[in-house]
T-cell receptor, first 110, second 114 residues
Framework: DQQVKQNSPSLSVQEGRISILNCDYT??????FLWYKKYPAEGPTFLISISSIKDKNEDGRFTVFLNKSAKHLSLHIVPSQPGDSAVYFC?????????FGTGTRLKVLA | DGGITQSPKYLFRKEGQNVTLSCEQN?????MYWYRQDPGQGLRLIYYSQIVNDFQKGDIAEGYSVSREKKESFPLTVTSAQKNPTAFYLC?????????????FGQGTRLTVV
């Protein structure tokens, strides 16, 4: 059973517009969530995180929103740039481990 | 420079052979992890370790083994019992198990069975 789900395998966005990547989770005990960016044949790099005591966290062009009642989080990238084209993974911190979603491939069109 | 080093970057194995993937970190992190990436399946947890001389199975541990004899090192052995070993393997570490911190990843090892 998949505890962290990213239901959109891919997303295309025009340069300069907003990219919104979504993630759902099933375990209400999760209390820390993260987003990673991954290029092919490389390890994921950490982007931004949010604790369950918050509903929003911003870092530059990246904002993560958490809706605990819906068990949903989203990553907003504004403005989107061609260099943002990559696979984005949502993750939740479980008991002593990180649980990842299946990823969303973002393509930013110039 | 602190970081996680995985070696080799590419590895070829004949069917029926065991192979060991190396993971070393100099971040002084307590916790270490092994993940496997297959197309469309995200990152699946193979094994994790919270402390030296202790490790736990993840979701897909069958056909794999690990050791954690030193804090810096968490090698993964892919045994001949692993039915479909061709994949991209990622090692990660985090400062303290259970803390609200991110995991740091190595650059990965691409294993191909020939």
């Amino acid at each position: 059973d998949q505890q962290v789900k990213q239901n959109s395998p891919s997303l295309s966005v025009q340069e300069g517009r907003i990219s919104i990547l979504n993630c759902d989770y099933t375990n209400s005990m999760f209390d820390y969530f993260l987003w990673y960016k991954k290029y092919p044949a490389e390890g994921p790099t950490f982007l931004i995180s949010i604790s369950s005591i918050k509903d929003k966290n911003e870092d530059g062009r990246f904002t993560v929103f958490l809706n605990k009642s819906a068990k949903h989080l989203s990553l907003h990238i504004v403005p989107s740039q061609p260099g943002d084209s990559a696979v984005y993974f949502c993750a939740a911190r479980g008991t002593y481990k990180y649980i990842f979603g299946t990823g969303t491939r973002l393509k930013v069109l110039a | 420079d602190g970081g996680i080093t995985q070696s080799p970057k590419y590895l070829f194995r004949k069917e029926g052979q065991n192979v060991t993937l190396s993971c070393e970190q100099n971040l002084n992190h307590d916790a270490m992890y092994w993940y496997r990436q297959d197309p469309g399946q995200g990152l699946r947890l193979i094994y994790y370790s919270q402390i030296v001389n202790d490790f736990q199975k993840g979701d897909i541990a069958e056909g794999y083994s690990v050791s954690r004899e030193k804090k810096e090192s968490f090698p993964l052995t892919v045994t001949s019992a692993q039915k479909n070993p061709t994949a991209f393997y990622l090692c990660a570490s985090s400062p303290r198990p259970g803390a609200n911190t991110e995991a740091f990843f190595g650059q990965g090892t691409r294993l191909t069975v020939v």
